[in-house]
């Protein structure tokens, strides 16, 4: 191609995106991993941490989960000690979950093999360049709200 720019088509972009997605994906699973957790589980937790008390449906909402698949980590999350659920003061069937003591210190933990792994991950891109990337994602998801 002597100099002439190949165009560039959506279809080209949802390719590449997939593919940095991918690499993105097993990047925070590896650092994570090393933390024996999987990115499912600790992204739940951190997600209680930050909004307690938290519903499970908002909770699978706001991780892109089904609230089926929410319930089950939920379940396995509680039994090791990590979430705790507790019956609401105006309505005893609605429950909400909020972390124990030892899913706070680990959802610190996994936060910064979260943060550690992104800025290992996004080290090649330029101050400018990561606010364009923001700047487009935020174009992205702001379709899905």
Do not use: C
Not at 78 to 107: K, M, N
Request: charged fraction near 25%; glycine fraction near 6%.
């Amino acid at each position: 191609m002597s100099g002439a720019k190949e165009r560039v088509t959506a279809a080209r972009v949802a390719d590449e995106f997939s593919r940095a997605a991918k690499v993105l994906v097993r990047h925070f699973n590896e650092r994570l991993g090393e933390h024996g957790v999987s990115t499912p589980r600790s992204r739940l937790v951190v997600e209680v941490a930050r909004s307690q008390p938290v519903r499970v449906t908002e909770l699978a909402l706001a991780v892109g989960i089904t609230q089926g698949t929410a319930s089950s980590l939920v379940d396995a999350l509680v039994r090791d000690g990590l979430l705790e659920r507790q019956a609401s003061a105006e309505d005893r069937r609605s429950v909400f979950l909020r972390v124990t003591p030892q899913g706070a210190a680990l959802a610190q933990e996994w936060t910064a093999g979260y943060e550690l792994a992104a800025e290992e991950l996004f080290s090649p891109l330029t101050a400018e360049q990561l606010s364009t990337l923001v700047e487009i994602l935020e174009v992205l998801s702001a379709g899905e709200e």
